[in-house]
Nanobody
Framework: QVQLVESGGGLVQAGGSRRLSCAASGFIFRSTTMNWYRQAPGKQRELVASISSGGSTYYADSVKGRFTIARDNAKNTMSLQMNSLKPEDTAVYYC?????????WGQGTQVAVSS
């Protein structure tokens, strides 16, 4: 079965950095687009960054220039390097993929940025 497991969340001061990881299993990782989403308290879940099977990337305007998404197809992992963090980056971060037309989500990892 498809499994996505995020790690790396925690408390960080504004201006600091954090690296999130997503370990994937149960599907052909190298053939799928992988995504990072986040959901802040009281807000809708939003797409933060995506990386295609070919390595093309997309970033939300709010994180462009500060976050970097990457994938390691040999290890079936995806990462999100977050720099220059702001209090408004506080959220639960989720990795997501689509496999055979079905959405799969991880359990999420909490990132809290203190001012």
């Amino acid at each position: 079965q498809v499994q996505l497991v995020e790690s790396g969340g925690g408390l960080v001061q504004a201006g600091g950095s954090r690296r999130l990881s997503c370990a994937a299993s149960g599907f052909i990782f190298r053939s799928t687009t992988m995504n990072w989403y986040r959901q802040a308290p009281g807000k809708q879940r939003e797409l933060v960054a995506s990386i295609s099977s070919g390595g093309s990337t997309y970033y939300a305007d709010s994180v462009k220039g500060r976050f970097t998404i990457a994938r390691d197809n040999a290890k079936n992992t995806m990462s999100l390097q977050m720099n220059s963090l702001k209090p408004e980056d506080t959220a639960v971060y989720y990795c997501k993929t689509v496999w055979y037309g079905q959405d799969y989500w991880g359990q999420g990892t909490q990132v809290a940025v203190s001012s």
